[in-house]
């Protein structure tokens, strides 16, 4: 142990459970309980519990329980020295440390952290205040980095000297070493490893300094565009992302998270109010991001040209969302643009490639039909083959059946005969084209008609009007529900178009599942109402088109699937009434 026990036991007085858990989870009063969405997995109803007077949690759903320091421990991913620590700082209690191996490795950590918290605030104060900071200055303000931005990133300038820091700061020369913020040159003297840029001080998720990342000024001879601290005791790159410790409340609330590439990036978003942005620094997105990221969200909103990364990125996060429970979905940056870029010229379209990003396999589905014109059954054959090929890279059988129907949707083939190679899993899908012409009557729209007037109790009570995007279906429809399921009725009130829809579905083969077809029509009207939304950036709107997305995911599975069918369609609802009521 190496803080004093009276300690612990003063800060378990002090420190109320309710407050602490208040932070990162929205809770709301039930009878002698607070009760909130459960940090530890994913859940759409609330089964985390606090309670006051005993000073634990526990939650029913994934049965996590303990108290105020577990609750500190497994949220902020810390030891219980570190938990104590965490508290006690927010409490303003000073801690008394018994001696043992752990406190000195704290206290060296402690030395190291505060060594490059002096050094950022060394380098920030170079870029507000040396009058030879301007270039810098005025190359910041011209990517819209204003005096506020530069204050709260807690941007820095290095100087064009060699070694500034070093002689300026005040800072020890063993931990400028240790910390890679110098170095010793051949001359046997310590040089600065940053000189001549624009700073982007890293901070780890809970605010402490443990890097700097540096990028060039235009028209420096140096070829190295960006220069990050090297990994060291406090630095550890696949671990660490940029802006975690700004957008960590956000990220709780909204339970999803930005991911891109620069710190220019993460600043961007902040910029145009979408505070949950973080960025790698300098790798790929690891395993490890994730696990971390985990810890705050369940949706990863990827923001950088994800189809780059190409297929073994497919299969890492594929695995990843099966494994870690979260939905990863991919922004649409319009023409290439990174986010810094589009939060200075078009900041509109920034916000709305997030609140219309769609889940990866989707986004990939859509450049492989992007500026396609399929017309011959042939052509249709082809592109269903390379869409299939997409959908069969996902190991899960539910989502490749799902993602099945909507490839015939897309092209105009049969889902049985999609749904066969999906269940295949072949990699080279081969498909062949159908001898009669397919058209929109073939597709899930008109297999839930036909269902309905063959077998009218087997469906009825999935669909509604929204379901449908053809106009001609929807009348036909419409026809059936006003005629109460007759099909003589619905002829005889339908118009024309409608009528040979109806006269058709009456005879049509019918080699279908109900229920699948239902659930069809309900994730593509869902994905055309997510679609359309844009500018959606209240808590609330984000966490029930956050579920929305969820509760699609889960359509096709054979236990959930009928209630967030029901879900689904409520929510629809919802949507079309905001609609027509105006809101939003
Ligand atoms: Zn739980």
């Known amino acids: ?26 809770l709301r009063k039930v009878g002698r309980n607070w009760v909130g969405l459960c940090p530890f997995h994913a859940e759409k109803t609330p089964s985390f519990n606090v309670r006051e007077e005993t000073g634990r949690y ?70 507000l205040n040396d009058p030879a900071a301007r270039p810098a200055r005025d190359y910041l303000r011209g990517r819209g980095l204003h005096g506020d931005v530069a204050r709260t990133f807690k941007l820095g300038w290095a100087p064009d000297e060699w070694d500034a820091l070093a002689k300026g700061s005040g800072i020890d020369g063993e931990l400028l070493r240790t910390t890679g913020l110098a170095f010793t040159n051949r001359g046997n003297r310590l ?95 690891t395993e490890d991001h994730v696990r971390l990221l985990k810890r705050y969200a369940n949706r990863v909103v990827l923001a950088f040209d994800a189809d780059a990364a190409g297929q073994g990125a497919a299969e890492r996060f594929y695995e990843w969302e099966q494994k870690y429970q979260v939905q990863v979905a991919v922004a649409r940056l319009p023409g290439g643009r990174d986010p810094g870029e589009l939060a200075e010229r078009d900041p509109e379209s920034l916000v709305r490639s997030v609140s219309s990003a769609a889940p990866f396999m989707q986004f990939r589905l859509q450049r492989v039909y992007d500026g396609v014109t399929a017309r011959t059954p042939e052509d249709r ?52 084209a159908p001898a009669r012409p397919a058209s929109w009557r073939e597709n899930a729209e008109f297999a839930a008609i036909a269902t309905l007037a063959q077998e009218w109790d087997a469906i009825a009570g999935w669909l509604v009007e929204e379901l449908f995007n053809d106009d001609t279906n929807r009348r036909a429809f419409l026809a059936m529900a006003a005629a109460g399921g007759s099909l003589d009725g619905a002829i005889e009130a339908a118009d024309p178009d409608a009528r040979e829809v109806l006269a058709r579905a009456a005879v049509a083969d019918l080699d279908v599942d109900p229920e699948a077809e239902a659930r069809n029509l309900i994730a593509a009207a869902v994905r055309r109402e997510l679609a359309s939304r844009s500018g959606v950036t209240g808590v609330d709107l984000i966490r029930e088109d956050r579920d ?37």
């Not at 142990?1 to 929205?26: H, K, N, P, W, Y």
């Not at 490839?407 to 081969?430: F, H, S």
């Not at 995911?553 to 967030?564: I, Q």
């Open 1 to 26: 142990m190496a803080i004093a026990d009276d300690d612990i036991e003063r800060l378990r007085s002090t420190v109320s459970i309710v407050d602490v858990v208040g932070q990162f989870v929205s």
């Open 58 to 127: 526990k939650c029913f759903g994934c049965d996590q329980s303990g108290d105020v320091f577990t609750f500190v421990q497994q949220h902020e991913h810390l030891d219980f020295v570190g938990a104590v620590e965490f508290l006690a700082a927010k409490a303003g209690i000073q801690l008394t440390y018994t001696s043992s191996g752990q406190s000195r490795e704290r206290a060296r950590r402690k030395q190291l952290v505060e060594a490059m918290q002096a050094a950022v605030d060394w380098y920030h104060d170079r870029l």
């Open 191 to 285: 040089q600065d490893a940053l000189r001549a840029r624009v700073l982007f001080p890293i901070f780890s998720d809970t605010g402490e300094a443990v890097a700097i990342g540096g990028r060039v000024l235009p028209g420096s001879a140096d070829p190295a565009k960006y220069k990050n601290s090297p990994e060291t005791p406090i630095y550890s790159k696949s671990k660490t992302l940029y802006g975690l410790n700004w957008a960590k409340a956000e990220i709780v609330t909204s339970a999803e998270v930005v991911v891109c590439e620069g710190y220019t990036d993460v600043i961007g978003f902040h910029r145009v109010g979408i505070a949950r942005a973080v960025a790698t620094c300098g790798t790929a997105l």
């Open 381 to 432: 054959a082809r592109l269903a083959e390379r869409a299939m090929a997409v959908v069969n890279e996902h190991p899960d059988p539910d989502r490749r059946r799902i993602y099945a129907g909507e490839v015939a949707a897309e092209v105009g083939l049969p889902v049985a005969d999609l749904a066969r190679v999906a269940a295949q899993r072949t990699r080279r899908p081969t498909i062949t």
């Open 548 to 584: 929305a997305r969820l509760h699609l995911e889960e359509l096709g599975t054979v236990n959930a699937g009928a209630a967030s069918a029901e879900w689904l369609l409520g929510w629809l609802h919802r949507r079309m009434e905001e609609r027509s009521g105006g809101g939003v």
